[in-house]
């Protein structure tokens, strides 16, 4: 592939329209909440009534490894694309190619590293569980420009019922494989489903097709932006999503198992109440970057409220956790109940902060954000 001789098409936006196109955004993100997620939490339930914590820890691990290494996939260049307000077609495709290269390079390094990792931490099962979600690379680097390029025009119609699809489709596999006695492997089927779902429901709702070019030109102008976002999610897996591997690693997949359900609970109770509207908000406030009064008070009155829906409801949870475990799974999940606890506090600190990140990203300042979230896992640290 070689530099692109086509005179620059420059994709712009379409101003007009945006307060219904925005609203009509946060409603389909909220049907894919309130739809997506209440059925993704029954088929929590279920899986937690048929599978033991064992199994969610292993597989937890396996996915918080390839959690870690996915970030290396997309290097920012997803939102660069949202933000960009002059958009040529050689700026996707550079993003394109340049993901399936680095997609394709770390599901090789996964299946070379699968069963020396294994060996390091003792956990045979390990090994067969990382060759399969190695495919998730693939699967990622293939959806995120069109993924993006939806985002970007506010098309959330497509992206809501992509979601719904893999979360439906991937529950009912994982729990017919967790019923035939499965084991871990429903969960990892359930994975697989939902990626592979999503990803065909992407590129049919996208008209957007590659072409067999590449400029390393609009690569380098996309770097220039993707390289803070980059790093920005490198500090933010460190503080607030490395906590499964840490956990696997240290201590033992059960307890790993416990800590997970915590996780799903809060975040699913977190998408269903407020976090709905994060996919909406970095291309809503990208449009009124130009605008900063408009911009400011969409950012006040978008806070307020998130904060007066959410907050309520993680205090009264954090209060009653333990009861709330033992009623939906039973006394052999009662290790869950403190740590329930704890991330409903969090979520709470977690609400007020929602659309820190979309605005700074949005005002073409991801350095900003970046060193914000430096300066906060500092403080965490000391």
Known sequence: MTEGEDAPRAVGRTPDGLGDRTLLGVLWSLAEAWGGKAFALVVVFL????????????????????????LLVDMGF???????EDLEPEHTEAAFWANQV????????????ASPLA????EPELAPVLRVLSSLFVIGALGSVPRALLERELEFRALALRSLAGIVLGGIVGVAMAVAGFGLWSLVGQHVVYETVGLALIWRASSWRPQRRFSWRHWRELAGFGVHVFGLEVVNYAKEESHPLLIGLFLTPV?????????????????LLVAATGPVALPVFS??????ARFRDVFYRATRIAASVAVPVFVVVAALAPEIVAFLFGEKWEETGPLLRVLAIAGVVNVLTLFRGPVLTAMGKPSWRLYQSLLSATLHGV
């Open 47 to 70: 899986l937690a009534r048929l599978l033991d914590a064992e199994a969610f820890g292993l597989v937890a691990l396996s996915l918080a490894t390839i959690a870690f290494m996915q």
């Open 255 to 271: 307890a790993l198992g416990f800590y997970t359900l915590a996780e799903q609970l809060t975040d699913a109770l977190a998408y």
């Open 287 to 292: 449009r009124l970057q130009g605008d900063l």
């Open 102 to 113: 680095v997609g394709a390079a770390l599901a090789a390094i996964v299946l070379a590293a």
């Open 78 to 84: 997803a939102q660069a694309l949202v933000q960009r």
């Open 119 to 122: 060996d390091l931490l003792s």
